[in-house]
């Protein structure tokens, strides 16, 4: 049998545990057990013996000796805005003094201040940045990342963000999966309507036809852009081949959940202000409901209700939202915030975190999952299980990354 596979990717093996999600969101644990990776693809898991006997470690392309640690599925980080320019770490400092994010907002720093440093980058020192995010990520087990445009604000610059976004996708081993946010925010001395009218008459046409973008996300919150105004950009956004995702109830509720509901959104996102009919909605209408706790941590806002959507039967997804405003790539904290602030369990977190998260970008079925057949997508942990992930807070728990069966991280 080794002949016949002389050719596979790799193998982990003699772990203390493999930890793979089932169908509803259970999980699959395998003690003392070996996982092969055939063509990038999962192969096989069970315990190390029979696994090694029929994948020998000295045959595959890459072998990993995992005896006494745990290996997770890749996380998948289903929201982030980790292409920018600069930082804000003033603004950490002017937050931790009392000034809210829209106080910032309204005398032009936050989101507008960023859009500033964005526009003045050339396309070299953007990828420079990205990709030492995603450095970052994947040294934090993030396999597969979704990134929005949106501090152009312009049509060139938003075209030249998704122009980078998918630089960095084709060379680098994590995954990007792009979204267009023109309408992320009203660029200084516009007129919120007026603004929009350019997102749809101008943007959108040239983002389609650039061909980058596969969702289109909207910033619908008080003081800058209502429901009808989000509902335009993303009815334009969907009539060119872009799939809706709303930043929905982030400061304040205006009813950016319904709008996700009715057009049928693959995700609302932040839901911090979500009411109960809030949730019914994203449950009877299947729309992901991703919860960003970093953000809530950054603002010191309270917590979304996660253990109401989850009694509710929603499909929660955690993701960082990396952005210059909530300064964490990593879904290990994330999942840490998810745990203590928001009452979910280790499970829940780790579900959230990879299935859940490929749902919330209408990935193949199986992502983040490990079962055979799906991407060998995989983290090695310095730990023995993968509780360690939420309760080592603070601290990366991640060792070794396996993307598509290659090691492309080893700490
Ligand atoms: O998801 N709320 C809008 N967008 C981001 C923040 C971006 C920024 O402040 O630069 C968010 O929180
Ligand atoms: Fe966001």
Partial sequence: MSTQNSEF?????????IVTIEEEGSLGIYEDAAIAVVDGEVARIGATGPVTREYPPEDAQFAVDATGKAVIPGFIDPHTHALFAGDRSDEFEAKLQGKTYQEILAEG??????????????????????????DTMLAHGTTTVEIKSGYGLDTETELQMLDVIARADDQHAVDVIPTFMGAHAVPEGRDADDYVDEVVREQIPAVAEQGIAQFCDVFCEEGVFSVEQSRRVLEAGEKHGMTPKVHAEELAHIGGTQLAAELGATSADHLLYA??????????????????????????????????????????????????????????????????EMGMTPKESLVAGTKHAGMALDMADGAGTLQPGTPGDIAVLDAPSYVHVPYNFGVNAVETVLKNGQVVHRA
């Fill in 109 to 134: 720093g936050g989101i507008l201040r960023t859009v500033r440093a964005v526009r003045e980058a050339s396309d070299e020192e953007l990828l420079s940045n990205l990709f030492s995010h995603l």
């Fill in 275 to 340: 009411t109960r009919e809030d949730i019914d909605a994203v449950v009877e209408s299947g729309v992901v409901p991703v919860l960003l706790p970093g953000t809530a941590f950054g603002l010191g806002a309270e917590f979304a209700d996660a253990r109401a959507f989850l009694d509710a039967g929603a499909p929660i997804a955690i993701a960082t939202d990396f952005n210059p405003n909530c300064y964490s790539q990593s879904m290990g904290f994330a999942a840490s915030l998810s745990c203590v």
């Fill in 9 to 17: 990717t790799a193998v982990v093996h003699d772990a203390a545990e």
